[in-house]
T-cell receptor, first 117, second 114 residues
Framework: DAGVIQSPRHEVTEMGQEVTLRCKPI?????LFWYRQTMMRGLELLIY????????DSGMPEDRFSAKMPNASFSTLKIQPSEPRDSAVYFC???????????????FGEGSWLTVV | AQSVTQLDSQVPVFEEAPVELRCNYSSSVSVYLFWYVQYPNQGLQLLLK??????LVESINGFEAEFNKSQTSFHLRKPSVHISDTAEYFCAVSYGTSYGKLTFGQGTILTVHP
């Protein structure tokens, strides 16, 4: 199994530019999560989808952030315009089907390391 | 609000010594507990999890954790650590009605010295 695949692995961009992070979940998984990791705030859940539908986006910092999941095998997290404080590692994760509270394992990608200068 | 507290941000130990990484969570009727490990510049990998049944769970590389409902704790232990165990460890909780959403602790950096 290829695991959760994220791209790009590293990105350096200038403030004000648009950033798009991409994720391919594990085939057959029906839940997808976007997390952000920073030194100050640790791991924060930004948004998660179930069957391509956003379930909870309360963690999305502000309107500059948006996420989509057009199909079961692809999701994007977009930041427009980007700011230096958005510098972080962004993780995508997915989990297998089951009842919502089944405790299925969440599998993480390798992360996208974003630096906004 | 749901919360997870890892009581130690850094734990230095010598090789072959025992270690305990502490984790407490806010109480809930239904809860699932996880420990993830993150090696430098890598993603998170599941180390072990508690869903139900025996309160003591083990991983394949010698770690174990015990679910203690009365103390709302899920401490991670290893009787003898190796240099290769140096990493950051995250405790995480999934609450019964949260679609498997995980709430993470702040992480504990375990450094094993020779």
């Amino acid at each position: 199994d290829a695991g959760v695949i994220q791209s790009p692995r590293h990105e350096v961009t200038e403030m004000g530019q648009e950033v798009t992070l991409r994720c391919k979940p594990i085939s057959g998984h029906d839940s997808l999560f976007w997390y952000r990791q920073t030194m100050m705030r640790g791991l924060e859940l930004l948004i998660y989808f179930n069957n391509n539908v956003p379930i909870d986006d309360s963690g999305m910092p502000e309107d500059r952030f948006s996420a989509k999941m057009p199909n079961a095998s692809f999701s994007t997290l977009k930041i427009q315009p980007s700011e230096p404080r958005d510098s972080a590692v962004y993780f995508c994760a997915s989990s297998s089907p089951g009842q919502p509270s089944s405790g299925n394992t969440i599998y993480f990608g390798e992360g996208s390391w974003l630096t906004v200068v | 609000a749901q919360s997870v507290t890892q009581l130690d941000s850094q734990v230095p130990v010598f090789e072959e010594a025992p270690v305990e990484l502490r984790c407490n969570y806010s109480s809930s009727v239904s809860v699932y507990l996880f420990w993830y490990v993150q090696y430098p510049n890598q993603g998170l990998q599941l180390l072990l999890k508690y869903l139900s049944g025996s309160t003591l769970v083990e991983s394949i590389n010698g770690f174990e954790a015990e679910f203690n409902k009365s103390q709302t704790s899920f401490h991670l232990r290893k009787p003898s650590v190796h240099i290769s165990d140096t990493a950051e460890y995250f405790c995480a909780v999934s609450y019964g009605t949260s679609y498997g959403k995980l709430t993470f602790g702040q992480g504990t950096i375990l450094t094993v010295h020779p």
